[in-house]
C-alpha cells in the first residue's frame, strides 16, 4: 500500500511559478512510475506529467502538450518524492492537481489514469489572470 500527499498548491498571478510536491509513503517509492493530474471545475481529470520508475537507471517524462515547454517533473528516491515545477502558470492551468502512483515496468503508457494504483487527494492551484 502506497499513500500518496500532495503539497505547494495556492494561488498565484498569471505568469508566475509553483511547485507541487508529492510525498509517498512505503521504502519501494523507486519502483513506482509516478504521475500528476488535474481536474478543473466541470471537467474530467486529465494527464498532466508522468516520470518512469527508472528501471536500469534511466527516467523517461512526459507531458500532455499543453504543458510542455512549462512544467517540469522530476523526482527524489531518497525523499520518496516528486516534483511538479509549473513555470508561466496561465488561467487555463486551475484545477486540483493530483498525484498518482503505478507499480513500474509493466510496460504501460504512463498518460491513462486506469494504469495508476494509487491517488493522493489533490492539491489546488488557482491561476488569476
Known amino acids: 500500500q502506497v499513500q500518496l500527499v500532495e503539497s505547494g498548491g495556492g494561488l498565484v498571478a498569471a505568469g508566475g511559478s509553483l511547485r507541487l510536491s508529492c510525498a509517498a509513503s512505503?521504502?519501494?517509492?523507486?519502483?513506482?512510475?509516478m504521475g500528476w493530474y488535474r481536474q478543473a471545475p466541470g471537467k474530467e481529470r486529465e494527464f498532466v506529467a508522468a516520470v518512469s520508475w527508472g528501471g536500469g537507471n534511466t527516467y523517461y517524462a512526459y507531458y500532455t502538450d499543453s504543458v510542455k515547454g512549462r512544467f517540469t517533473i522530476s523526482r527524489d528516491n531518497a525523499k520518496n518524492t516528486v516534483y511538479l515545477q509549473m513555470n508561466s502558470l496561465k488561467p487555463e492551468d486551475t484545477a486540483i492537481y493530483y498525484c498518482?502512483?503505478?507499480?513500474?515496468?509493466?510496460?504501460?503508457?504512463?498518460?491513462?489514469?486506469?494504469?495508476?494504483?494509487?491517488w493522493g487527494q489533490g492539491t489546488q492551484v488557482t491561476v488569476s489572470s
Open positions: 512505503g521504502r519501494t517509492f523507486r519502483s513506482y512510475d
Open positions: 498518482a502512483a503505478a507499480i513500474g515496468g509493466r510496460g504501460t503508457s504512463l498518460r491513462d489514469s486506469d494504469e495508476y494504483d494509487y
